[in-house]
């Protein structure tokens, strides 16, 4: 099992055809509604690569927690260890997303929501592996930590945090902690990303990564770095790519190399990223085993 703890979100994803240079009044050619948050999509991504897996969040007790309830329950995903908290709102997102699949987002999280400090149930058996977001601090701490104790995995999402000690020890705890660009540059305050990670892994001798969007992803491994290239692929939509990433190297690195885990996560988030629809359009394990034959293999820095 699979288990993926972090935020949820209502995703409102607004389409126009540009971003513009100042303010204006636009005119907007869609709007969908959406699940969203980086450990429930990954949960949904991990669902249609056909391994087992939970999500554990904060849902609030209004409109939008149905809807987002609904979607799981629609792909027979558990949510029954996650928290339910009375008289909140859920969190929520608008996105606007222009015609290259580009994105600008802004999140509301409900004070009452977030304030909850109640801990779920985790269960951390030899079979258990999981993935967390470290906008829930608290948990994704509690997560990293007794994972270590237990000695399975524990891929952590270090995107959009601020930097503090609890984070730090998420980043020491977790055996696959694996960082957006931006997440790296604060972490490491904007050292170059090969130096960043050589100065991690001396110390804390393991597998670090950055993953950086068209221009692939790069890790530290046994000393070494090395470098996955991202394919060329017509782009319709970016949003929700990196989870569908983080939700397939958690897959594959329960029986695979870094390197092939880090390849196919790659195939994974590019076929993302050719459609249009979030949760509905995710690629499945066949089809992502045979995009990934376009991935070049990975070099050693």
Not at 2 to 24: A, N, Q, S
Not at 266 to 276: E, G, Q, V
Request: some cysteine; glycine content about 6%.
């Amino acid at each position: 099992m699979i288990t993926c703890v972090g935020p949820i979100f209502l995703d409102r994803v607004i389409k126009i055809d540009r971003f513009p240079v100042k303010p204006i009044k636009l005119v907007a050619s869609g709007l969908e509604k959406r699940l969203g948050g980086p450990a429930p999509v990954a949960s949904f991504a991990i669902k249609s690569l056909g391994s087992n897996t939970e999500f554990i969040g904060r849902f609030g007790s209004d409109d939008a927690a149905e809807y987002l309830k609904s979607k799981f329950l629609e792909n027979d995903i558990s949510i029954q260890k996650s928290i339910f908290v009375d008289d909140a709102q859920s969190s929520q997102s608008h996105i606007f997303e222009d015609s290259e699949g580009e994105r600008m987002l802004a999140v509301y999280n409900e004070k009452k929501l977030t304030n909850n400090k109640t801990l779920p149930v985790f269960n951390f058996s030899s079979a258990q592996s999981y993935l967390v977001d470290t906008n829930w601090i608290e948990a994704a701490h509690f997560v990293a930590v007794e994972s270590k104790k237990n000695k399975i995995n524990c891929v952590v999402d270090l995107d959009n945090f601020s930097n503090s000690n609890l984070v730090e020890e998420v980043v020491n705890s977790a055996s696959h902690p694996i960082f957006s660009e931006i997440g790296l540059n604060r972490y490491t305050n904007n050292m170059p990303i090969i130096d960043a990670l050589r100065s991690l892994y001396q110390n804390n001798q393991k597998f670090y990564a950055v993953t950086l969007g068209s221009k692939g992803v790069y890790w530290i491994e046994d000393g070494n770095v090395f470098h996955c290239n991202s394919p060329k692929i017509k782009v319709k939509e970016t949003n929700g790519a990196g989870d569908v990433f983080h939700g397939a190297f958690a897959k594959f690195i329960k029986t695979k190399t870094a390197q092939e885990a880090i390849e196919l996560a790659t195939a994974a988030a590019s076929l993302k990223c050719t459609r249009i629809g979030g949760i509905k359009t995710l690629p499945s394990y066949d089809e992502v085993i045979e995009f990934s034959k376009q991935i070049k293999p990975s070099k050693q820095i």
